[in-house]
């Protein structure tokens, strides 16, 4: 099974995504995450991306195809993975379908309003040195300033600021939505609502998820 999760920047891809890897053991593959590794460590690929990621663009198909292609094709991927954050075009979505057919697709949209997205992002710190990520509206103190993990120092992702994530938001809304049809037209559509609390946003989840799974195994049995 392939689960792609869809959403505007700060839906919870990435939460909920980590939580299904847990749950369902299925690998979690975040193209924004091995970008971000890049920038970090200041690779080739890193030094072309950095400047597009920070202004909140896209980074190019060719790249981002690439990426996926050589990480579905580890062996933990076999049984299934997770994407957060790709396909982000219908040019992605096609890609995917080519490097990976005949696998069952479960695609995720998680809605959350705009307004709801900035308020969130502006709010969310992640810490520089294991990247656990953290937000000052889940309770996370202001003061905070310093992992509970690793004591790491906590920042706000360069991205995460207001006009950047406006940005984000244009991008997503130009480029990503018009995936909302590419996959309603395939039957494996289900729109999530975001705007709960992560536990009730994946028990949602959960009950998509167990229903898909059981037609796959009823499927295979008979
Ligand atoms: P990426 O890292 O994928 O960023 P994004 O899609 O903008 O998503 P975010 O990571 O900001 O949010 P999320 O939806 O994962 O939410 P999260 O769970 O973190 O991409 C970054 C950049 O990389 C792109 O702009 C682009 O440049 C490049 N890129 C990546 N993929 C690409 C591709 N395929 N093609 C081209 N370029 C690509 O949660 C957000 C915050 O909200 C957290 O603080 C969290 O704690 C909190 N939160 C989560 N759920 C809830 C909830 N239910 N209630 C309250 N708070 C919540």
């Known amino acids: 099974m392939r689960v792609i999760l869809l959403g505007p920047p700060g839906s919870g891809k990435g ?39 920070n202004k909140g663009e896209l980074v190019s198909d060719e790249i981002v195809v690439e990426i996926v292609r050589e990480r579905i094709d580890e062996p933990d991927c076999g049984n299934g993975y997770v994407l957060d954050g790709f396909p982000r075009n219908t040019g992605q979505a096609s890609a995917l379908k080519k490097m990976d057919p005949g696998r069952t697709e479960t695609v995720l949209d998680i809605h959350l309003d705009d307004e709801i997205v900035i308020e969130r992002l502006s709010a969310r710190r992640v810490c520089l040195g294991c990247g ?62 975001g705007d709960r609390p992560i536990l009730t946003v994946f028990e949602n989840i959960q009950v998509i998820l167990n229903k898909k799974l059981e037609n796959v195994s009823g499927r295979a049995e008979a």
């Open 15 to 53: 939460t909920q995504g980590g939580m299904i890897e847990k749950e369902y053991g299925f690998p979690r593959i975040s193209t924004g995450d091995l970008l971000r590794n890049a920038v970090k460590k200041q690779t080739p690929l890193g030094k072309k991306v950095e400047g597009v990621m």
């Open 132 to 193: 656990k990520p953290y937000n000052l509206l889940l309770g996370d103190s202001k003061e905070m300033d310093r992992c509970k993990k690793c004591g790491g120092k906590l920042v706000g992702r360069e991205d995460d600021r207001p006009d950047v994530i406006r940005e984000r938001l244009k991008v997503y809304h130009q480029e990503s939505e018009p995936l909302v049809n590419f996959y309603r037209k395939k039957g494996v559509y289900h729109e999530v609502e």
